[in-house]
């Protein structure tokens, strides 16, 4: 059974689940907006087997504390490091989907000394272009207006591909979003509207690079994956079959099986 844990990391209460053998190869999974660490339920059931899985609540989303609700993509740097220093965790491999995607690729530009190799998932390393800063403002009227549900389900009408394929996980996502709290996911919009560009990293990522994405993302689409993939020298590219933006979610079988391969080669 998964033990559920808690830790004060810079003076917030974060949950996690740390499990899998202790002393194997360190993975930390970073969910992504707004969602919590449930969404990794699929990976952390395979990962499990062979390595130490760490997945966590970014603070402000599922059980972490929400705070003050001023957040920036810094501190969620510093959450992460915080907590790989709690755990006593020097290296780890480090995967994030979307928004975790953000904070492991600005964790790899400031800290690349606890980077053991990189997952990212359904991601970007370009910063909000005007428009989609103007997107986010009127997503934080709208939840301060109307509360979270409309947003949810238009967000998940985009996150998903096919909105009949997998209502299950359709439905958790729809459960998680609505129980993270108002004020987390406007303070998460105003931080993700307000994120650095880490392009010019790419080039500079020295550890073996594992880039997934569903064939069917319309929020972070292949072409962006693909821009990653050409910079970034020691990587590799895989696109999920029918998927979109949740490729973990929506084709588990196939996101495991990259995931599994490529972290069984780089022993
Ligand atoms: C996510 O899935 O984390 C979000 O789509 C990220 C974003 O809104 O940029």
């Known amino acids: 059974m998964i033990q559920e844990v808690e830790a004060s990391i810079n003076g917030t209460r974060i949950h996690y689940v740390d499990t899998g053998d202790p002393s194997a190869r360190p993975i930390v999974l970073v969910h992504g907006f707004p969602f919590s660490h449930e969404m990794w339920s699929p990976q952390i059931a395979s990962l499990e087997k062979e390595l ?8 402000g989303h599922g059980r972490s504390d929400v705070g003050d ?9 510093d959450d992460l490091v915080g907590l790989l220093d709690h755990l006593k965790i020097q290296k780890a491999v480090l995967c994030g989907l979307s ?3 953000y904070i492991v690729l600005r964790a790899i530009e400031r800290n690349p000394e606890r980077c053991l190799a990189l997952v990212l998932c359904d991601t970007s390393s370009q910063a909000d272009s005007n428009e989609a800063k103007l ?3 009127a997503s934080i009227k709208a939840i301060k207006r109307e509360g979270v549900k409309p947003f949810a ?3 998940l009408e985009s996150a998903f591909a096919l909105k009949a394929r997998n209502d299950k996980a359709r439905l958790l996502m729809e459960e998680i979003i609505e129980s993270n709290s108002p004020s987390g996911i406007c303070g998460t ?3 993700l509207a307000g994120r650095t560009d880490t392009t010019a990293t790419l080039p500079t990522i020295k550890v073996p690079t594992l880039i997934l994405v569903g064939e069917l993302d319309r929020i972070t689409p292949p072409a962006l994956s693909q821009r990653m993939h050409d910079e970034i020298p020691s990587s590799e590219l895989h696109i999920v079959a ?5 490729s973990n979610l929506e084709n588990p079988a196939h996101f495991n099986e990259c995931l599994l391969d490529f972290l069984n080669k780089r022993r």
């Open 135 to 137: 997107r986010r403002a």
């Open 153 to 155: 389900d238009a967000f």
């Open 52 to 59: 130490r899985v760490v997945a966590y609540d970014v603070r």
């Open 189 to 191: 919009l105003l931080a």
């Open 99 to 101: 928004m975790g995607g």
């Open 69 to 77: 609700g001023q957040y920036t993509l810094e501190l969620f740097v």
């Open 242 to 246: 029918n998927a979109g933006h949740l």
